[in-house]
């Protein structure tokens, strides 16, 4: 039995939306694919520091992913 897809929405917050050339999209990924999986999709810089949340609440890298999920990338802002 083969994996299925799932699908995700991922929405991108302040400059990371010039960086990637999207503010919002869904994706598709394997069943069983992790958040970090996700990210590596993404051409990110793997060294800036990110929120990421997923439906509201912040998610661990490794947690596996599931169909519906919406996942929004945040950079950190430091200062004041």
Known sequence: ???????ITVKLIGPLINQ?????KMVEM???ATVE????T???????????TR?????APG????DGDRIAI???YSGG
């Open 30 to 32: 394997p069943e069983g």
């Open 55 to 59: 439906n509201g609440q912040a998610v």
């Open 20 to 24: 990637v050339g999207f503010s919002e």
């Open 74 to 76: 945040s950079p950190i």
């Open 42 to 52: 993404l051409p990110l810089d793997p060294n800036r520091p990110k929120i990421i």
């Open 1 to 7: 039995m083969s994996k299925q897809n799932i699908k």
């Open 63 to 66: 947690a596996e992913l599931k």
């Open 37 to 40: 999986k996700l990210l590596s």
